[in-house]
């Protein structure tokens, strides 16, 4: 499966951006989704997850209640609703797709990777 994920920016501390990963190539709704980020100089990590069904949905603790994941198995995509951003969520985020559903999320269990959307957000 071919990932893209678009729909990064530059955006004030407590604004909202909403990312979307469109996917094509195997059956999109077949796959786990997840998004991950990745900032300067620190190692790409977790942000939320979403399974195939869209009946479970995972958060970073940082995320919790400020991210939203979603997808749409007929769009062929997923999205993260980013709300009152702050600056320290400032990286490239990258959306990711898995077969299997894990116990905890990691980058090193996904099976294929998008291309990174750029956040940044300014104080």
């Known amino acids: 499966v071919q990932l893209q994920a678009f729909g990064g920016g530059l955006v004030q501390a407590g604004g909202s951006l909403r990312l979307s990963c469109a996917a094509s190539?195997?059956?999109?709704?077949?796959?786990?989704m997840g998004w991950f980020r990745q900032a300067p100089g620190k190692e790409r990590e977790f942000v939320a997850a979403?399974?195939?069904?869209?009946?479970?949905?995972y958060y970073a603790d940082s995320v919790k209640g400020r991210f939203t994941i979603s997808r749409d198995n007929a769009k062929n995509t997923v999205y993260l609703q980013m709300n009152s951003l702050k600056p320290e969520n400032t990286a490239v985020y990258y959306c990711?797709?898995?077969?299997?559903?894990?116990?905890?999320?990691?980058?090193?269990?996904?099976?294929?990777w998008g291309k990174g959307t750029l956040v940044t957000v300014s104080s």
């Open positions: 190539g195997r059956t999109f709704s077949s796959y786990n």
């Open positions: 990711a797709a898995r077969s299997d559903l894990p116990n905890a999320w990691d980058q090193y269990g996904m099976n294929y």
């Open positions: 979403i399974s195939w069904g869209g009946g479970s949905t």
